[in-house]
């Protein structure tokens, strides 16, 4: 595990590239919000997280074949933590949008990421 990135991977270099694109700038990771967000427009009180898949428990088909209980247990757990800070970003006034990895690899998807992101950031 010490070998996964939380920073700097290839989804959210994708969904940096858009938001830049669409117009937008923004911080990157600020500790000081709950949930340690990707993107950060200040100006918005917008936060995007990027989230793999496996990691926060969406749609992932298999677990591993080994030590099921652990995995199962560590992937309930960051979704409840995810649920958490959103919900305590919800109630200092900040908006956010969850974009799953899967939305990103695809290149005829990005068009319709770009689209919900412009929609979530000009909204």
Do not use: Y
């Amino acid at each position: 595990m010490s070998k996964i990135r939380g920073k700097d991977t290839t989804p959210e270099l994708i969904v940096r590239r858009l938001v830049h694109l669409a117009g937008f700038r923004f911080r990157l990771h600020r500790k000081e919000l709950p949930g340690n967000p990707d993107l950060v427009l200040p100006r918005l009180k917008k936060v995007i997280f990027v989230h793999g898949c496996f990691w926060h428990g969406h749609k992932h088909k298999s677990m591993p074949k080994t030590n099921t209980a652990f995995w199962e247990a560590k992937i309930r757990t960051n979704m409840e933590r995810d649920k958490q800070n959103i919900k305590e970003l919800k109630k200092i006034g900040w908006s956010s949008l969850v974009v799953w990895e899967c939305r990103t690899r695809k290149k005829r998807d990005r068009a319709k990421l770009a689209r919900k992101l412009l929609t979530f950031l000009n909204g």
